[in-house]
Structure formats: C-alpha cells, structure tokens
C-alpha cells in the first residue's frame, strides 16, 4: 500500500501529539499526585456516610444571625432531605455528597451549581433574598430515573 509522504508526515505527527498530551496528563494525575481542586478538601467513606454525623441527620442548623449550614445527601434517586424551609435573607452554606454514583445539585435562577460525588463534600454559600420555591435538580445523568431527582427548598 503506498501512503502518499506528506500524509504519512501528518500522521507521525498526529501520533507524536496524541503521546505528548496523555504523558502530560499522566504525568500529571500519577507522578504529581494532582487531585480535584479545594482549599479545605473533605473526604467521607460513602458506604457508611448516612450513619457518620453530620450526616446522619441531614438538614438545616443554624449558625449565626441567618447564617445556616446544609447538609445534605444525593442518592439515587433524590435528596435528603426531601424538603428543606429557609427564612428569607439567609446565607445557606450547603454541603452535600453522595452515597452511590455521581450526582448533580443546581438550582435553576440562581449561580447554584454543584458536581456531587461519592466520597467527596462539596460546599457551596448562597444567600437567599427572595421568597419562593426553589427547585434543586440533578443535572447528571445517573441512572433510569435521574430526570425525577429532584427536592425543593421553600424560602420564606
Ligand atoms: Cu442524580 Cu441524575
């Protein structure tokens, strides 16, 4: 078979990238140990996270003048908890991870937009200023069922 020489210099080089870019990450994930980003990384053990304090009993507390903490865990398929009520004007600090497989927390109108994983707490503030009913959706596909993930948070 004859391969014409500029293509043959195209695909050498092809290759040679395909090399240089999968050292670079490997390189990178395994030498230099590189981790998904955080200050103040927190790991859980997801098989026994539901009876592990805080969440064994997932919700809102109260820290300080309408200052709450969240927490909260994905599953397939929902949240706990199912509901939450939050005063208006509060400054919600959510910390959600997950018990199964790779979950999403958004909630739509708002910069609220979070990966959820299994192992990992995720944290995110928002200060809630108007009243209403917020969704919290999961936008990762994570099964049959992902389209009806889903809780509410009623701000009021
Ligand atoms: Cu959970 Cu999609």
């Given at each position: 078979?004859?391969?014409?020489?500029?293509?043959?210099?195209?695909?050498?080089?092809?290759?040679?990238?395909?090399?240089?870019?999968?050292?670079?990450?490997?390189?990178?994930?395994?030498a230099?140990?590189?981790?998904?980003?955080?200050?103040?990384?927190?790991?859980?053990?997801?098989?026994?996270?539901?009876?592990?304090?805080?969440?064994?009993?997932?919700?809102?507390?109260?820290?300080?003048?309408?200052?709450?903490?969240?927490?909260?865990?994905?599953?397939?398929?929902?949240?706990?908890?199912?509901?939450?009520?939050?005063?208006v004007?509060?400054?919600?600090?959510?910390?959600?991870?997950?018990k199964?497989?790779?979950?999403?927390?958004?909630?739509?109108?708002?910069?609220?937009?979070?990966?959820?994983?299994?192992?990992?707490?995720?944290?995110?503030?928002?200060?809630?200023?108007?009243?209403?009913?917020?969704?919290?959706?999961?936008?990762?596909?994570?099964?049959?069922?992902?389209?009806?993930?889903?809780?509410?948070?009623?701000?009021?």
């Amino acid at each position: 078979m004859h391969i014409h020489r500029l293509e043959k210099i195209w695909l050498i080089f092809g290759i040679a990238m395909l090399i240089t870019f999968l050292t670079v990450v490997g390189v990178g994930a395994f030498a230099q140990g590189m981790q998904p980003p955080g200050t103040h990384r927190h790991t859980v053990d997801p098989e026994t996270v539901d009876k592990t304090a805080p969440f064994d009993k997932p919700g809102l507390k109260k820290v300080g003048d309408n200052e709450y903490e969240a927490y909260m865990l994905a599953f397939a398929f929902g949240y706990s908890p199912g509901k939450m009520e939050i005063p208006v004007g509060a400054t919600v600090t959510f910390h959600i991870t997950s018990k199964d497989v790779v979950h999403g927390f958004q909630i739509p109108g708002t910069n609220v937009n979070m990966m959820v994983m299994p192992g990992e707490v995720n944290q995110l503030t928002y200060k809630f200023t108007k009243p209403g009913e917020y969704l919290v959706l999961c936008n990762e596909y994570c099964g049959t069922a992902h389209e009806m993930m889903q809780t509410r948070i009623i701000v009021k």
